[in-house]
């Protein structure tokens, strides 16, 4: 299998595949910050349940939503440092805008101008497949990795998805 796929417009696909890794992380974020609002909400109902014709105590629905709150400031400056740290990085390692990406048989090379990545496929465990991407992640570092599909022709993206399908855990 050689794939080559010339991105000449690396800063939107790193901002595509960005935005995928932000949404999957701050979905969590807004989970939790969820689970305690409402947690909050149904300690007091529970309690006042308890004690009907006595003063409830706000204390567990006021730290509850405490939590709650806090969760959702966290997932504000967790959203404002992921962008700004990729926004330094995209501009410190992709300068001029393009890059050449060669999918072999042993593993996946990057080139741009000022640098040359190579990882082994022994090292890349599971993907998943988005609409113009596909992720593949690495055994060591929880990080995705991201190949444009649209840059890639039918043929070339059928047969990287059968490789990975063979060898590579799928993640729905």
Same mark, same amino acid.
């Given at each position: 299998?050689?794939?080559?796929?010339?991105?000449?417009?690396?800063?939107?696909?790193?901002?595509?595949?960005?935005?995928?890794?932000?949404?999957?992380?701050? #979905?969590? %974020?807004?989970?939790?910050?969820?689970?305690?609002?409402? %947690? =909050? @909400?149904?300690? +007091? =109902? +529970?309690?006042?349940?308890?004690? !009907?014709?006595?003063?409830?105590?706000?204390?567990?629905?006021?730290?509850?939503?405490?939590?709650?709150?806090?969760?959702?400031? !966290?997932?504000? !400056?967790?959203?404002?440092?992921?962008? @700004? #740290?990729?926004?330094?990085?995209? &501009?410190?390692?992709?300068?001029? &805008?393009?890059? #050449?990406? @060669?999918?072999?048989?042993? =593993?996946?090379? =990057?080139?741009?101008?000022? +640098? !040359?990545?190579?990882?082994?496929?022994?090292?890349?465990?599971?993907?998943?497949?988005? *609409?113009?991407?596909?992720?593949?992640?690495?055994?060591?570092?929880?990080?995705?990795?991201?190949?444009?599909?649209?840059?890639?022709? *039918?043929?070339?993206?059928?047969?990287? %998805?059968? +490789?990975?399908?063979?060898?590579?855990?799928?993640? #729905?």
């Amino acid at each position: 299998m050689d794939i080559i796929i010339e991105d000449f417009n690396v800063k939107k696909s790193l901002l595509e595949s960005n935005q995928i890794i932000w949404k999957t992380f701050s #979905k969590r %974020l807004k989970i939790v910050s969820l689970v305690f609002f409402v %947690l =909050g @909400i149904v300690m +007091y =109902g +529970y309690l006042h349940y308890i004690v !009907r014709n006595e003063e409830t105590d706000l204390s567990v629905l006021i730290f509850c939503w405490v939590v709650a709150l806090s969760a959702f400031i !966290r997932l504000l !400056r967790a959203k404002r440092s992921f962008w @700004i #740290k990729f926004e330094n990085t995209t &501009n410190l390692a992709f300068p001029s &805008n393009t890059r #050449k990406l @060669i999918i072999t048989d042993e =593993g996946i090379e =990057g080139i741009t101008d000022n +640098y !040359r990545s190579f990882a082994k496929w022994n090292i890349l465990t599971s993907f998943k497949v988005y *609409d113009q991407y596909i992720s593949i992640t690495n055994v060591m570092m929880h990080t995705s990795f991201f190949i444009p599909i649209h840059l890639m022709t *039918d043929e070339e993206f059928k047969s990287l %998805l059968f +490789y990975l399908r063979s060898t590579k855990k799928e993640i #729905k």
